[in-house]
T-cell receptor
Framework: DTGVSQNPRHKITKRGQNVTFRCDPI?????LYWYRQTLGQGPEFLTY????????KSRLLSDRFSAERPKGSFSTLEIQRTEQGDSAMYLC??????????????FGSGTRLTVV | TQLLEQSPQFLSIQEGENLTVYCNSS?????LQWYRQEPGEGPVLLVT?????EVKKLKRLTFQFGDARKDSSLHITAAQPGDTGLYLC?????????????FGQGTTLQVKP
């Protein structure tokens, strides 16, 4: 297993366009998280899944954002009608939740989005 | 709303010096993690502390979790240029089963040769 994989690594898009990012977690992990990080700041939580169920969404996740994890494996994050304020690094992380504990929390390398 | 405040935000030191980074909150966390992040990459986990008062060492890095599990510190001895990077603390909510992490704003460390 090569860890958490995110694609694309970089995306430049024009304001108003839709973009979609993909995250492939570590294969045996049942939890998957999305975070957003702007330059010089710590990551901010957006949403997370346990298997295919989306269990929590941050208020940061406006109705232009949608995330899915249809088969409990990979996940996609879509941003509709992008705005310049959406420019950030989008990070995915995965972990295994078992017996009330969480193991192996691992981040991917992120997708850098630039909206021009 | 749970918040973690890190200090200092920026630190530039000479090789061989010691430093301490602080992570403080008014909230209790069930665990606290420290990460190091290079430009253009995701955070990489350094350590997780779980028990109040716990001290963990990783080579020249010493991590401490406060007795009340509201604060933590990272001490680096004899810093090296390879220690340069963004250091992040992150806490897990002590009152729920959520796995989401609350991050501090980070400390950018530059170690000059």
């Amino acid at each position: 297993d090569t860890g958490v994989s995110q694609n694309p690594r970089h995306k430049i898009t024009k304001r108003g366009q839709n973009v979609t990012f993909r995250c492939d977690p570590i294969s045996e992990h049942n939890r998957l998280y999305w975070y957003r990080q702007t330059l010089g700041q710590g990551p901010e939580f957006l949403t997370y899944f346990q298997n295919e169920a989306q269990l929590e969404k941050s208020r940061l996740l406006s109705d232009r954002f949608s995330a899915e994890r249809p088969k409990g494996s990979f996940s996609t994050l879509e941003i509709q009608r992008t705005e310049q304020g959406d420019s950030a690094m989008y990070l995915c992380a995965s972990s295994m939740r078992r017996g009330g504990r969480e193991y192996g929390y691992t981040f991917g390398s992120g997708t850098r989005l630039t909206v021009v | 709303t749970q918040l973690l405040e890190q200090s200092p935000q920026f630190l530039s030191i000479q090789e061989g010096e010691n430093l301490t980074v602080y992570c403080n909150s008014s909230s209790v966390f069930s665990s606290l993690q420290w990460y190091r992040q290079e430009p253009g990459e995701g955070p990489v986990l350094l350590v997780t502390v779980v028990t109040g008062g716990e001290v963990k060492k990783l080579k020249r890095l010493t991590f401490q979790f406060g007795d009340a599990r509201k604060d933590s510190s990272l001490h680096i001895t004899a810093a090296q240029p390879g220690d340069t990077g963004l250091y992040l603390c992150a806490g897990r909510d002590g009152s729920s089963n959520t796995g989401k992490l609350i991050f501090g704003q980070g400390t950018t460390l530059q170690v000059k040769p």
